[in-house]
Structures are given as C-alpha cells and as structure tokens.
C-alpha cells in the first residue's frame, strides 16, 4: 500500500513569524509525504519571503486572496490542493517531528475519513501562554471537551489540527461560516453524512494561545458566539456543558451582592470558587511541573470561563432580539 499524499493547508493574516515556526517544524517530519499551501487572506504583512525561504525544503504552494476570514481562505486552499487528503493547522501551530508519521500509521489500521487531535503547551511558550494551553487542554475548563478521548457528545475536530479526505471536501464543499466556529460547523456535516470522524490521540500539536489575557478573552469571547451560532444553523448541538461558562460568570459577579445580602451564601460560595481554582493550579502543575504555569493558571482559567460565559450570554441575547 503507498503512503497518502496529504497537502497542508494553513491560512494566514498578518503572521510571518509564527508562520516561519510552524514551516520549521514541518520541515523536521520524520515523514514528508505532504505539499504545503499558505493562504495569505489578504495580510498587510505578508508571509511571501517566509514561504520562498522554504521553498527548497519543502513542496509549498503561495496564494493572496481579499480578507475573508479563515473559513473561505481554507476553501480557497482546497481548490488548489493534491493531495489526497486535507490537513489543516493554524498558523501559530507547531508540530511535533512525528505528526505525519502517526497520522500514516493510524489510516493503515483504520478507516478514517476524518481527524483531529489535541493540542498542547510547548516548552519554548512564555509562561501564560502554557498556562493558557493548559486551560484550553483541560478537562477542569471548557477544554474538557476538546480533542479527548472521553467527552460530551460526538467528537468534533477543530480547525487547528483537523484532516479530512478530498472525498469528504467534494460531499461538504467545506467551510459554510467564514470564522466563529466553522470547524465545529463543518464537524457537525461530516457526522450527518456518516464520515468515519474519529481522534488520534498522539497526532497533537503545540497551540501558542495570545500573548496578552485581553487578547485570550476576545479570542473565547468569539469562540462562545460561534458555539451559539453552531445551535442556530444545527439544532440541538448546544449542550448544557456549554452553558457552564455562564453560570460560573454569573455566580462570580453575584459574589458581592451574596455579601451584602446574606453572608452564610457568600461564604458557601466563595468556597466552592477557591476550591475549585485550587483544583486548577494543583491539575496544571501534575500536567506541567511548572509552579509558574500553575499559579497562571488560576487567572487563566477565570479569563477563559468569564470570556466565554460572557459571550454565550451576549450572542445568545442577541439572537433572541433577532426573533
């Protein structure tokens, strides 16, 4: 049997740097059997003199298209890909030298006509953004339900680290939401369809969240819109996991009328929020080692739950005055 010919496809907007890292690593695969093509979606600061000093290192296509968010720059890429599958990472994305090798294993024992996998900290992350890996990783957060092998309701790969076979581009043609999660969107059709989506655990890559935690709220933020907008076009895909985030948001700015109005509740809840931060920081240093990522975990994890609790609020606010 001959190896499967994957073409990687990465969508950038005003990333260079990251880009270049995320060539580095594929360019270490222990195997290549892959082309890659970068979109460049329209960016100020391009990535052209990044892809060209690649170019003898690696089979890479160039494309420039007008701004349109990542879900029709993706598309774009399809249209320009060989390979017989599609395998996409976001530009700020490392890949450890054994990714393809892992992937190529795991589709000679089994039918896969769709994957994804986890993402992880990498050591050369500042100290928040592996506090903020863990806590997008963590089953402790909303993390719990991305790319694990225990989670709530079918498996659901994210853009990130996503593969699908040309057969499933050809049924789905992709992409329908342009950003705000249009690979949950694009999961979701995969499943009806009855593609055999499924997880490779080791196929992972290192995920470099935003530098800054305002950066890291509005990137939840969206997240927590595009999960509602997903209840809109497909229904009963919100769960009521989904709406932990809010409940927590909403308890934690009760807090202080808990003090003034009836302490006892105060103290209860006060309580169960320590508890459960200290359950947190003592999760992120057994994952991590680190007592500088666990003690950003704390801040991390409030950042992620009140980011996302607050944008499943306002989105779905929003859709009711719509109606």
Same mark, same amino acid.
């Given at each position: 049997?001959?190896?499967?010919?994957?073409?990687?496809?990465?969508?950038?907007?005003?990333?260079?740097?990251?880009?270049?890292?995320? %060539?580095?690593?594929?360019?270490?695969?222990?195997?290549? $059997?892959?082309?890659?093509?970068?979109?460049?979606?329209?960016?100020?600061?391009?990535?052209?003199?990044?892809?060209? /000093?690649?170019?003898?290192?690696?089979?890479?296509?160039?494309?420039?298209?007008?701004?349109?968010? $990542?879900?029709?720059?993706?598309?774009? &890429?399809?249209?320009?890909?060989?390979?017989?599958?599609?395998?996409?990472?976001?530009?700020?994305? %490392?890949?450890?030298?054994?990714?393809?090798?892992?992937?190529?294993?795991?589709?000679?024992?089994?039918?896969?006509?769709?994957? &994804?996998?986890?993402?992880?900290?990498?050591?050369?992350?500042?100290?928040?953004?592996? #506090? =903020?890996?863990?806590? =997008?990783?963590?089953?402790?957060?909303?993390?719990?339900?991305?790319?694990?092998?225990?989670?709530?309701?079918?498996?659901?790969? !994210?853009?990130?680290? =996503?593969?699908?076979?040309?057969?499933?581009?050809?049924?789905?043609?992709?992409?329908?939401?342009?950003?705000? @999660?249009?690979?949950?969107?694009?999961?979701?059709?995969?499943?009806?369809?009855?593609?055999?989506?499924?997880?490779?655990?080791? /196929?992972?890559?290192?995920?470099?969240? !935003?530098?800054?935690?305002?950066?890291?709220?509005?990137?939840?933020?969206?997240? @927590?819109?595009? !999960?509602?907008?997903?209840?809109? @076009?497909?229904?009963?895909?919100?769960?009521?996991?989904? #709406?932990?985030?809010?409940?927590?948001?909403?308890?934690?700015?009760?807090? $202080?009328? =808990?003090?003034?109005?009836?302490?006892?509740?105060?103290?209860?809840?006060?309580?169960?929020?320590?508890?459960?931060?200290?359950?947190?920081?003592?999760? @992120?240093?057994?994952?991590?080692?680190?007592? #500088?990522? #666990?003690?950003?975990?704390?801040?991390?994890?409030?950042?992620?739950?009140?980011?996302? &609790? %607050?944008?499943?609020?306002?989105?779905?606010?929003?859709?009711?005055?719509?109606?």
């Amino acid at each position: 049997m001959s190896q499967p010919c994957f073409s990687v496809i990465v969508p950038v907007y005003n990333r260079p740097e990251e880009l270049a890292e995320l %060539l580095t690593s594929l360019a270490q695969q222990t195997q290549k $059997p892959f082309e890659v093509v970068v979109v460049e979606d329209g960016s100020l600061r391009t990535s052209e003199k990044v892809v060209e /000093a690649f170019s003898d290192r690696l089979s890479i296509q160039y494309a420039v298209k007008p701004n349109s968010g $990542p879900g029709p720059s993706r598309n774009f &890429g399809f249209t320009l890909a060989r390979g017989d599958y599609f395998v996409l990472f976001d530009s700020d994305c %490392l890949l450890p030298a054994h990714y393809f090798e892992t992937v190529t294993t795991a589709l000679a024992r089994q039918t896969i006509d769709a994957w &994804g996998g986890p993402d992880r900290g990498h050591a050369s992350f500042s100290l928040l953004q592996r #506090a =903020m890996a863990y806590t =997008m990783s963590s089953v402790l957060t909303t993390g719990g339900i991305r790319g694990k092998a225990h989670h709530i309701g079918r498996f659901q790969p !994210r853009s990130f680290n =996503m593969g699908l076979s040309r057969a499933v581009w050809e049924k789905t043609q992709g992409f329908r939401f342009d950003r705000l @999660a249009e690979d949950i969107e694009l999961s979701i059709r995969m499943h009806q369809s009855g593609f055999a989506v499924v997880l490779i655990p080791e /196929a992972y890559v290192f995920h470099k969240r !935003r530098a800054t935690f305002r950066q890291f709220f509005k990137q939840v933020f969206g997240f @927590a819109r595009g !999960r509602v907008r997903v209840g809109r @076009a497909h229904a009963g895909e919100v769960k009521w996991v989904h #709406a932990f985030p809010s409940v927590f948001t909403l308890g934690l700015v009760s807090l $202080p009328v =808990m003090a003034w109005v009836f302490t006892p509740l105060f103290m209860v809840a006060a309580s169960l929020y320590g508890t459960y931060l200290v359950a947190v920081a003592i999760d @992120a240093w057994r994952v991590t080692r680190s007592a #500088a990522v #666990a003690f950003l975990s704390i801040p991390a994890a409030l950042v992620q739950l009140t980011g996302y &609790g %607050l944008g499943f609020l306002v989105e779905g606010w929003r859709g009711k005055k719509a109606l």
